[in-house]
């Protein structure tokens, strides 16, 4: 693909997010609403939408969900998949840690702000529900991030660690409701999956890893909430 044609995609995706994000509160606040849906509804919704227009523009470009790394599923990918989720959880140890030295101020006020949040998504919602919620949002943003986006971004600039790089500090302000820290972290966490998606070939092992974290996180934060 042309480097232009990368570029215009990349924007596009961005795009598709954002409007995803300012649609998705809107259409939840109705189904919450009428449906007594959970608010986690809303993080599924604005994935399913990405999902709907990465599909269009990869139909655009004569593309299939496999020419971005979703291939089919494989034996030994949620094996994979735990070796994935424990090497991120040595990356976050090591982040804290080093946090925690440095700026533990700043450790704290980002631990706080994300037990609001997980205490406003997951409020009396069961731990069956969070794991279906978090495996459609580990999916879609893996789809996004380390399928589309990283594919572009290979297109657009040479070698392997720049468009990693790109992809993965598009994928932190991704998160910018986390702050600074939530960006630096999640730029980092981007890293490690993206250099596992082109190692191992596939989605699915991060898929599967970036649903679990997502859903441990949630119950561990919603625990210190209460």
Do not use: K
């Not at 702000?113 to 893996?142: D, K, N, Q, R």
């Not at 789809?143 to 468009?163: H, K, Q």
């Not at 980092?188 to 996180?217: D, K």
């Amino acid at each position: 693909m042309p480097p232009l044609q990368a570029l215009v995609d990349i924007l596009l995706a961005l795009a598709f997010f954002v409007a995803a994000a300012l649609a998705a509160p809107l259409m939840g606040r109705l189904l919450t609403a009428r449906l007594d849906l959970p608010m986690l509804g809303v993080l599924a919704l604005q994935g399913l939408l990405v999902l709907l227009a990465l599909r269009w523009l990869l139909g655009q470009r004569g593309q299939r969900w496999r020419d971005i790394g979703l291939r089919p599923l494989r034996l030994r990918d949620p094996a994979l998949g735990v070796a994935a989720l424990l090497l991120i959880f040595l990356v976050n140890l090591a982040i804290g840690l080093v946090s925690a030295a440095v700026a533990p101020e700043l450790l704290q006020q980002h631990q706080q702000g994300l037990a609001g949040v997980a205490g406003l998504l997951a409020a009396e919602v069961s731990p069956a529900t969070i794991a279906v919620a978090m495996l459609v949002v580990g999916f879609y943003e893996e789809v996004l991030a380390r399928g589309f986006l990283l594919a572009r971004c290979r297109s657009l600039l040479a070698g392997t660690w720049a468009p990693v790089i790109l992809s993965s500090a598009l994928f932190g302000l991704g998160h910018f409701y986390q702050g600074w820290f939530g960006v630096l972290q999640t730029a980092v966490v981007g890293l490690v999956f993206a250099r596992l998606a082109l190692r191992w070939g596939t989605l699915w092992p991060v898929i599967f890893a970036h649903a679990a974290l997502n859903t441990l996180s949630l119950l561990l934060l919603r625990t210190l909430a209460a």
